[in-house]
């Protein structure tokens, strides 16, 4: 059967169109994106403001349910339709930290390496030099002006006043501090990967949506194509999984990739992934009303909770200006945990969800950073930043009962990363071990969860993506 297509990419997210959109920059390939979901936007996808598309029956929601912890159950969200997650995210828009390529220690994969392709992805509006693009799809700004909640300016005399360092680029690779984070949104509007590179005429590229992928074809070792639900069955010469870190495990488990698969032994598929625990801190808002399209999370403090210089916690202003009289939090997050999670079939069925355990603060490291996390957000709280509703002074003081309320009120960053890594699932380019014609490209091969959000590095991994298959046709 004649090949239609040199690629296939499974999954329209922050990855996939990224990694669509560069390797049909150029005539010459022949591309097909695949998204699960609708290829259409919605105003509420648009406004960056809005976490609207997080409510677990909204269509572009797969709302999955997941175990944070035994007996601790969640519905997760993750953006479904063109522009995946990086639609429907809070549009905080941060690249890894040097430490995080250094502990991966993979080759290809270094902070300076990386660098090239943070460059390449954006326009930052405020940062110059060569560490920053000026002419790349993504814009990236930082809250000025009435854009500016006015508790940011009380967090950054809080943090300075306890001491804390400024972090005047978030995206700089400098120390951890506090400072305002880059956001990938432009007048209130949500710049997604689809919107930043699938623009203009592209003759090389088909999209097509509403068409979820049931699993990759292999024979004798290597990748043909892929099946779809519908059972029809596409082939290309190369296959590239972008379905996000839950999906591309299962599709992988589906194919027969991954712990006893019949078409290769993988142990690591869906296992030893990781995310940033997390818990809100509510706060009194004394402020007026936020301009409506100020960001929804426009300053985070960076911080070392003991033997960590590079941080490995987040306090994180959050605002929502949609709701009437405004509403505050402190998102407090361990950015780098030790607990690793499971994605597992439940059966062979691809309509059928996997199971998701997080395994969250399964250790006592975990826990005690945690509780740093959110004794430093009450610490802010005092030093001006406002005045804290919940936990009260008892259970702040004692770790005991402090667990007991983080437990109640755990929740997840969203930033999964891992669940097909490279090392164990995937080589430094890509490649699934022992598969031909087969690579992952999205946060699953990111070895650990990085110590910022992934968002950047998503697109940045469909920029290297492109790289490494500019060759393929
Ligand atoms: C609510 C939310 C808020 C977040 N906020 C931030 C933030 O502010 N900053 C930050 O850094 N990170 C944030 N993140 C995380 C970040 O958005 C993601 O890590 C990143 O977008 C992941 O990109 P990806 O390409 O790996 O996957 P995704 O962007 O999730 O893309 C996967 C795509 O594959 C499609 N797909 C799935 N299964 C199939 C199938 N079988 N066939 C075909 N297509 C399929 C999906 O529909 C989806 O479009 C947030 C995430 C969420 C969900």
Request: proline residues 8%; aromatic residues 4%.
């Amino acid at each position: 059967m004649a090949r239609n297509y040199d690629v296939v990419v499974v999954g329209g997210g922050s990855s996939g169109c990224a990694l669509a959109g560069r390797l049909t920059d150029r005539p010459g390939l022949r591309v097909l994106l695949l998204e699960a979901g609708p290829l259409g936007s919605l105003p509420e996808l648009r406004d960056a403001t809005s976490l609207a598309a997080t409510a677990p029956r909204h269509p572009r929601n797969w709302a999955y349910a997941a175990e944070l912890r035994p007996g601790n159950s969640h519905i997760v969200p993750r953006g479904r339709g063109l522009g995946g997650s990086g639609a429907t995210n809070g549009a905080n828009w941060t690249r890894v930290t040097p430490a995080d390529a250094d502990d991966w220690g993979v080759p290809g994969w270094s902070y300076a390496d990386l660098l090239p392709l943070y460059v390449r992805s954006e326009h930052d509006h405020d940062m110059a030099g060569p560490a920053h693009g000026d002419r790349g799809p993504v814009p990236v700004r930082r809250a000025a002006g009435e854009l500016r909640h006015p508790a940011v300016g009380r967090f950054l005399t809080a943090a300075a006043r306890l001491g804390f360092p400024d972090e005047l680029d978030k995206n700089g690779g400098g120390p951890p501090g506090a400072g305002l984070v880059p956001s990938n949104a432009c007048d209130g509007v949500r710049i997604d990967a689809a919107t930043a590179y699938l623009t203009g005429e592209r003759p090389g590229l088909t999209v097509r949506g509403g068409i979820p992928v049931a699993r990759v074809l292999v024979d004798g070792g290597r990748a043909h194509g892929i099946v779809l639900h519908s059972g029809e069955v596409i082939e290309a010469g190369e296959v590239v999984l972008s379905a996000g870190a839950v999906a591309t495990p299962q599709l992988l488990m589906l194919s027969g990739i991954g712990p006893r698969g019949a078409v290769a032994d993988l142990p690591g598929v869906g296992r030893g992934w990781s995310d940033h625990p997390a818990v809100f801190l509510p706060m009194a808002d004394v402020d007026p009303q936020a301009h409506p399209h100020a960001p929804s999370s426009p300053v985070a403090l960076n911080l070392d909770c003991g033997a960590d210089p590079a941080g490995d916690a987040e306090v994180l202003l959050f605002v929502r200006p949609f709701v009437p009289g405004g509403d505050l939090h402190l998102m407090c997050a361990l950015q780098a945990p030790d607990s690793r999670g499971t994605i597992e079939l439940v059966s062979d069925d691809p309509r059928d969800r996997p199971r998701i355990a997080y395994g969250y603060l399964r250790t006592e490291h975990d826990r005690r950073r945690l509780r740093h996390a959110i004794r430093t957000a009450a610490e802010l709280l005092r030093a001006g930043l406002g005045r804290r509703t919940a936990p009260d002074g008892d259970v702040l003081g004692n770790d005991r009962a402090l667990d007991g309320w983080i437990a109640d009120n755990l929740t997840t960053s969203v930033h999964l990363c891992g669940s097909a890594a490279i090392g164990s699932v995937v080589d430094a380019e890509l490649r699934v071990l022992g598969v031909d014609g087969l690579r992952v490209a999205d946060t699953s091969v990111l070895p650990t969860v990085p110590r910022r959000g992934p968002s950047a590095t998503a697109v940045a991994i469909g920029e290297k993506a492109a790289e490494l298959l500019a060759g393929c046709g």
